[in-house]
């Protein structure tokens, strides 16, 4: 009996061991998501912006080939005319390189990069997102599980007053009536065990979507991070922390470079262009006989080059409409980041309602459960005098099970509006929380593309397959 006890401790030791923190839901969370994944393609997308843009200031090289063939054979009245056949081809190199713009190609750069820093902080607001939903599914899954435990445990409390009331009915001292309500209240109170095994399925699918696998046993969330002591410094460090106005900045930025870059559309540019040509002609002749053939060929070539100034005199107003454009988009840019801090502080203030809300009602269901087991105890006490009737005994019971389950809820909602406030103030991240792998760099594809590598060719090109490789893209 000893060996076959002490084989299940060896079997089920790894098990406790092995149980599931906040911290490793979040990492798996992290590691698993499809919304990271597609955010950061959509960033190595728009880093792409920015080697297109600079590849303009480049020389453009181009190459084109040309080869035709005709034959004539003409016959006029009774005569035969000579009949003749024609080859030519030709092969021209062409460069072409953009000497002078004032500068409309460069602020082209300047606002590709700065689109690249906003996508950036969009991709801290995903990494929110996704961290948020994996705490949110972490602490359902407790809170569903703590439900199922004490509605099964309420489920063997009202079963044990139910034979006790048979009991009591069997000696007469109380009524089919007091037997009947033992019934319903268990038929009740076994609903409400389903229900909350059904709730706790529901919550087990949301974990599995948020964090990318099935629950395992699960650990207490460990003591919350720490926040700020008022609502103002929150507000104060969102205003400087969070993303999305972060991002509203960049979208500024962008927008009033846009005015400049209208501007200097209207201005000329200069190109320079090389191009050499090589070609050969070969003509035959086919005289009538006995005369034969003749045959006449030579190659040509040249080297040509140009300067070519070029810029807009009238575009029916097209342009004047583009600069307006620009400036009415930078005012909404500007409008626009006013809305996004008003938003952010709005939802500042709403956790930390919450995170209040939720530390005040934990704080009355710990008062309501101790009043409510004091009254329970002395309704079962005074039932076995016949002072309370079956009833008060199970009125009183329930009152505990709500008070229970409010502590339940109040408890997950407390800690869960804490990472509310930290992803309102924009600290909700895996290098804030500390969790200890490695994140993304959103800077080496950058770094390794801006200069609008030659894949496969230069020695950058090679780099960005080596990136590519390690991101899991080829």
Same mark, same amino acid.
Not at 34 to 51: I, K, M, P, S, T
Not at 263 to 284: C, D, H, I
């Given at each position: 009996?000893?060996?076959?006890?002490?084989?299940?401790?060896?079997?089920?030791?790894?098990?406790?061991?092995?149980?599931?923190?906040?911290?490793?839901?979040?990492?798996?969370?992290?590691?698993?998501?499809?919304?990271?994944?597609?955010?950061?393609?959509?960033?190595?997308?728009?880093?792409?912006?920015?080697?297109?843009?600079?590849?303009?200031?480049?020389?453009?090289?181009?190459?084109?080939?040309?080869?035709?063939?005709?034959?004539?054979?003409?016959?006029?009245?009774?005569?035969?005319?000579?009949?003749?056949?024609?080859?030519?081809?030709?092969?021209?190199?062409?460069?072409?390189?953009?000497?002078?713009?004032?500068?409309?190609?460069?602020?082209?750069?300047?606002?590709?990069?700065?689109?690249?820093?906003?996508?950036?902080?969009?991709?801290?607001?995903?990494?929110?997102?996704?961290?948020?939903?994996?705490?949110?599914?972490?602490?359902?899954?407790?809170?569903?599980?703590?439900?199922?435990?004490?509605?099964?445990?309420?489920?063997?409390?009202?079963?044990?007053?139910?034979?006790? %009331? @048979?009991? $009591?009915?069997?000696?007469?001292?109380?009524? !089919?009536?007091? *037997? +009947?309500? #033992? /019934?319903?209240?268990?038929?009740?109170?076994?609903?409400?065990?389903?229900?909350?095994?059904?709730?706790?399925?529901?919550?087990?699918?949301?974990?599995?979507?948020?964090?990318?696998?099935?629950?395992?046993?699960?650990?207490?969330?460990?003591?919350?991070?720490?926040?700020?002591?008022?609502?103002?410094?929150?507000?104060?460090? %969102? @205003?400087? $922390?969070?993303?999305?106005?972060?991002?509203? !900045?960049?979208? *500024? +930025?962008? #927008? /009033?470079?846009?005015?400049?870059?209208?501007?200097?559309?209207?201005?000329?540019?200069?190109?320079?262009?090389?191009?050499?040509?090589?070609?050969?002609?070969?003509?035959?002749?086919?005289?009538?006989?006995?005369?034969?053939?003749?045959?006449?060929?030579?190659?040509?070539?040249?080297?040509?080059?140009?300067?070519?100034?070029?810029?807009?005199?009238?575009?029916?107003?097209?342009?004047?409409?583009?600069?307006?454009?620009?400036? #009415?988009?930078?005012?909404?840019?500007?409008?626009?980041?006013?809305?996004?801090?008003?938003?952010?502080?709005?939802?500042?203030?709403?956790?930390?309602?919450?995170?209040?809300?939720?530390?005040?009602?934990?704080?009355?269901?710990?008062?309501?459960?101790?009043?409510?087991?004091?009254?329970?105890?002395?309704?079962?006490?005074?039932?076995?005098?016949?002072?309370?009737?079956?009833?008060?005994?199970?009125?009183?019971?329930?009152?505990?099970?709500?008070?229970?389950?409010?502590?339940?809820?109040?408890?997950?909602?407390?800690?869960?509006?804490?990472?509310?406030?930290?992803?309102?103030?924009?600290?909700?991240?895996?290098?804030?929380?500390?969790?200890?792998?490695?994140?993304?760099?959103?800077?080496?594809?950058?770094?390794?593309?801006?200069?609008?590598?030659?894949?496969?060719?230069?020695?950058?090109?090679?780099?960005?397959?080596?990136?590519?490789?390690?991101?899991?893209?080829?």
């Amino acid at each position: 009996m000893t060996a076959i006890c002490l084989s299940a401790l060896l079997v089920l030791a790894p098990v406790a061991a092995s149980a599931e923190t906040l911290a490793d839901a979040m990492v798996a969370a992290y590691k698993n998501s499809g919304l990271l994944d597609q955010q950061r393609a959509l960033l190595r997308a728009e880093d792409e912006n920015v080697a297109v843009a600079v590849s303009a200031l480049r020389p453009v090289l181009s190459y084109t080939a040309q080869g035709s063939w005709n034959f004539n054979n003409p016959s006029v009245g009774g005569t035969t005319p000579a009949a003749s056949e024609s080859v030519s081809g030709s092969l021209a190199l062409t460069a072409s390189l953009l000497l002078f713009d004032f500068g409309a190609t460069d602020k082209r750069i300047e606002i590709a990069r700065e689109n690249v820093l906003m996508t950036r902080e969009a991709l801290v607001g995903v990494e929110q997102n996704v961290l948020l939903n994996a705490v949110n599914a972490y602490l359902n899954v407790l809170s569903a599980s703590d439900t199922v435990a004490l509605q099964a445990n309420s489920v063997r409390l009202i079963t044990q007053e139910l034979r006790a %009331a @048979r009991d $009591r009915f069997e000696v007469g001292e109380i009524t !089919q009536t007091d *037997v +009947s309500l #033992a /019934e319903a209240r268990l038929a009740a109170s076994r609903a409400a065990e389903a229900s909350a095994q059904g709730n706790l399925l529901v919550a087990r699918e949301a974990y599995k979507a948020a964090v990318g696998r099935m629950p395992g046993r699960l650990s207490p969330p460990p003591n919350p991070p720490s926040v700020p002591s008022t609502v103002e410094a929150a507000k104060s460090q %969102a @205003r400087g $922390r969070h993303p999305d106005i972060k991002a509203a !900045q960049r979208s *500024v +930025s962008v #927008a /009033e470079m846009s005015i400049e870059l209208a501007k200097r559309s209207t201005m000329p540019t200069l190109n320079a262009q090389v191009q050499a040509t090589t070609g050969l002609r070969s003509t035959t002749t086919y005289s009538p006989p006995p005369i034969g053939t003749t045959t006449s060929s030579g190659p040509n070539a040249g080297v040509s080059g140009s300067l070519t100034l070029s810029g807009p005199i009238y575009s029916g107003g097209r342009l004047s409409a583009l600069y307006r454009q620009a400036l #009415a988009q930078a005012e909404a840019a500007r409008a626009g980041l006013h809305v996004t801090v008003l938003n952010v502080e709005q939802a500042v203030g709403n956790a930390w309602a919450q995170l209040a809300i939720a530390t005040a009602s934990l704080q009355a269901t710990d008062r309501q459960i101790r009043a409510s087991t004091v009254a329970l105890r002395g309704a079962r006490e005074e039932a076995t005098l016949g002072a309370r009737t079956t009833l008060d005994v199970l009125n009183a019971e329930q009152e505990l099970l709500d008070a229970r389950s409010s502590a339940i809820q109040a408890r997950y909602d407390q800690y869960l509006a804490i990472y509310n406030l930290l992803a309102a103030m924009g600290l909700l991240t895996a290098d804030h929380l500390r969790l200890g792998i490695a994140t993304y760099d959103p800077s080496a594809y950058f770094n390794t593309v801006q200069n609008a590598p030659l894949r496969t060719v230069s020695p950058q090109g090679e780099k960005l397959d080596h990136i590519l490789e390690a991101l899991g893209k080829r």
